[in-house]
């Protein structure tokens, strides 16, 4: 049974850099990754005050407790070297690579991070928002198959590859490349989050979107409006029925006559070694996610 830490990514809110009031809400959400946005959100006339205006949250008290992420701007971009170096010095827990296209984005990304002395705990998470990101998903994901990898996260990016590719923003129409990167993750053992809802109002179709990310594979959604986090984190967890299953799986695995086989029946259904991994793995998801909602009571 793996013991390692789990890292809970259900809800992971996009939180603008160039918006002051935004920045100062941050400590107070229950989001499990709040990723500060130097990229989209921030105008060509904004990007420096943006970045600014966060290196001065995250070196005060208002510093968020949850998972921290930067998106930086493309490192080919006139912005993207200052905002990675100067997200290197803010110490995230990892920075946003955006219009990820193949192994090299990362891999330049992770040099740059070696030269400036980056921690091995600054990771790097990569948009899959490109026609060429979905075609070359594996070969990128293949990147964290290294032990001293930074890559860490896979995140769906739908508005840009909708544009790209100037597809019908339909589920159905997206799902093949949004499963290419769910496969591509699950090979390479990292977390893949599904994209945005972009209707924050409609908490109906926002909760329609969470249940086909998660029926798909996807560990968590990222997010534009703080409204979102509640159905996300707990869409996103095991509910009570899966939960009462797991641990009827675990417990026909333990007793002694089952013990030492591979195969047990149990409700009619027949059981391997994998579903009790399956069942260890999502009890252990359970607690991670108790022990956190313990921690902010």
């Avoid at 990128?140 to 860490?152: G, K, V």
């Avoid at 009890?283 to 313990?294: F, G, M, T, V």
């Amino acid at each position: 049974m793996n013991d390692s830490p789990i890292r809970l990514r259900r809800s992971a809110l996009y939180v603008p850099a160039s918006n002051a009031k935004a920045l100062a809400k941050a400590k107070s959400l229950s989001c499990d990754a709040v990723i500060f946005d130097l990229e989209d959100s921030a105008a060509p006339e904004e990007k420096g005050a943006a970045r600014e205006r966060l290196r001065e949250l995250l070196s005060s008290q208002a510093r968020p407790s949850c998972e921290i992420i930067i998106r930086i701007n493309p490192l080919c971009s006139e912005w993207g070297t200052e905002d990675l170096l100067a997200a290197r010095a803010m110490r995230p827990d990892g920075i946003l690579l955006p219009k990820v296209e193949g192994p090299k984005d990362i891999l330049a990304a992770d040099e740059a991070l070696e030269e400036a002395d980056a921690p091995p705990s600054v990771k790097l998470w990569a948009m899959m928002e490109t026609s060429r990101s979905i075609v070359n998903a594996a070969a990128i994901a293949e990147l964290a198959c290294n032990p001293a990898a930074r890559l860490a996260c896979l995140v769906a990016g739908i508005n840009d590859l909708v544009k790209e590719t100037r597809i019908a923003p339909l589920r159905e129409n997206l799902r093949p490349w949004l499963l290419q990167i769910v496969l591509a993750g699950r090979a390479a053992g990292i977390d893949v989050l599904a994209g945005v809802t972009n209707n924050f109002r409609d908490m109906e179709v926002f909760a329609k979107d969470c249940s086909d990310a998660r029926s798909m594979g996807f560990d968590g959604k990222t997010l534009i409006h703080p409204a979102q986090i509640y159905p996300a984190n707990a869409i996103f967890a095991p509910s009570s029925e899966e939960l009462a299953e797991a641990r009827g799986i675990v417990e026909a695995f333990s007793r002694p006559e089952n013990r030492e086989k591979n195969v047990v029946a149990l409700n009619g259904r027949m059981m391997e070694r994998l579903h009790l991994e399956q069942a260890r793995a999502l009890i252990r998801r359970a607690q991670a996610i108790e022990e956190l909602e313990d921690s902010e009571e």
